[in-house]
């Protein structure tokens, strides 16, 4: 369900009403896609987005189609910008997955029976495959608005998608097999 | 996202929705990956607005930021932070906690005010730059219990950007002190304020001498963000100064590790945005 654009607008406004409603809206669909893309504090890196939305919302034009696609440009901007950081840093684990890394194969092996079994499949798709993915599916963005937030061509997008279905496909059978 | 929209999503690739069943329902599942936003975390988000440009685009901000929400409930708390800028501070508290009573400035710090028990969850915002540098863990010292700052009953785990939860807190006059893993705590002054900004241990702030603005009670100096330098560090190596009241017995590792040589490099793609909106 999308905002209705009154409620949008009033939120560009600076209706505290408003933007709250247009934070309950999007920010679970924010949180999913960073769950999605393996963000281990998705509710943190939500939070950041939405400080960053509501800072630049004034003076916003777009509607509530406009305003999807403005705030999964900003989350997948703070997600590059993370990965970015993340990279320079070291990794922390937690001791409970640390003392349990072997057994990561078998619980791989896992069939898929939950949502989560889904975003692990999902994250050995190649990065910009599962952007691709993440984004129309979590954030039902058109293949003209991914291609605007991830900066490619609609052909380029499409293409992406369609690798990325297929190797989730493949995924998905190679886990049915086993 | 509807199944309609799958299957169109899957007609879009060239794929028959009847043949690849499994993966319908997987993007099913994944269009309803379950979420923990909570309504009362709008109030975070507020709060962290309130305080300021965000810190990615200057991850050397040299104000270091400690606020508090105290959740009271869904949709209502009350709320105290330092270093806000006393009027985005009075518009905040006055929009979001209009019930509670005036806003209270004397300083750049606010109080942390009384809940109404000692069992109330209490979380404290953490500003990004410093949850950042000091990923934690943290502590909060209470004065209940003014000598124990590693007291499991209340320990601190920075969650970055959106702030920790105290599990068990008694809030009536609250001085928070956290220790930032740098043995130099970060006080938030009791209620009513001091005059002076928080205390800033070494490193956590960069500043340029001379060159604050002197706004409210901050010395010129104490706040303005100085422009990012990769490489630098203001931790000396090896500070690791324990509180002189209480003493952190955990989290005092200094190691001088310039912990902004990670900060970015190259363009932000969150800097690419300034079109939108």
Redesign the interface.
Known sequence: MELRPDVVQAAVDGDLSAQEQLYREYAPRIQAYFLARGVDDAEGLTADVFVQVLAKLSGFVGGPMGLRSFIFTVAHARYVDRVRRRRREPRLVALDDWEDAGMIEAAEEVSLSEAANVVELLRRLPEDQREVVALRVIGDLSLEETAKVMRRSVGAVKQLQRRGLLALRNELEGGEAS | ?TTE??EE??R????DPHD?A??KV??G?????????E?A??A???A??AQG??P?RSPRTTTLIVGAVIGLGAGTGMAAAADLLPESAEKFWN??FPDLGPFSDQGSSLPLRPAPSSTTPVQVSVG?PLAEQT?GPWRVQTPSAPSVTSAPSVPLVV????GVTVPEVVPSELPIVVDTGTGEPVSVPEAPPTTGPPVVPPGQSETKPGQGTGRGNQPPGQSEPVADAPGRSGEAPGQNKPDKQDKPTKGGKGNGKPEN??????P???Q??GA??
């Not at chain 2, 879009?12 to 794929?15: N, P, T």
């Not at chain 2, 040589?261 to 190259?266: C, I, K, Q, R």
């Open positions: 996202m929209s799958h999503l899957l879009e690739s060239g794929l690849n499994g993966l997987a993007l599942r994944l269009a309803d990956l379950p979420t923990t936003v309504p975390s709008f975070s988000v507020l962290l607005r440009p965000m990615s929009e979001i990004l990923p969650r970055p950007n959106v040589s990670t900060d970015e490099v190259g932000h793609a969150s690419d945005l939108l909106g």
